[in-house]
């Protein structure tokens, strides 16, 4: 059986970013961690973010009916997703099983972290 290897982005790029509330990116760190945020900015992607975050591993038969969409719809938004590198897939027979890239979510939501505001800010 043949493997059509998908581009992933590169996690280990948006590692290297610091927080936003301490250093505003340069435009290489954005161009990298724009397509994570877009590829999440769909609702359909989102939903399907969630379903496959809250369980350890889902059937792409389980998420196909949630949708009132076609099959190929949600197996473009599912690509994106693993394009994006949020999630893995791993085909078993005729069934693709999805599952949450941990880090890839860690590293965002190190982004993301607001505690790390720089010195100066206003509490309370």
């Known amino acids: 059986m043949s493997k059509q290897e998908l581009p992933v982005a590169d996690l280990n790029a948006v590692a290297c970013c610091s927080p936003i509330a301490v250093r505003p990116m340069n435009a290489e760190q954005a161009a990298v961690v724009a397509p ?10 989102l939903r399907l973010m969630s379903m496959i ?11 196909t009916p949630a949708f009132d969409l076609s099959g190929p719809t949600i197996s473009h938004h599912l690509k994106v997703l693993r394009e994006a590198g949020l999630v893995d897939a791993e085909r078993r027979g ?10 890839a979510f860690r590293q965002l939501g190190a982004l993301l972290e607001i505690s790390a505001a720089p010195a100066g800010s206003s509490a309370g």
């Open 94 to 103: 005729t069934w693709v099983w999805y599952r949450v890239k941990p880090e």
């Open 36 to 45: 994570l945020f877009k590829a999440l900015g769909d609702q359909v992607r």
């Open 53 to 63: 975050a809250s369980v350890p591993e889902i059937c792409v038969c389980d998420l």
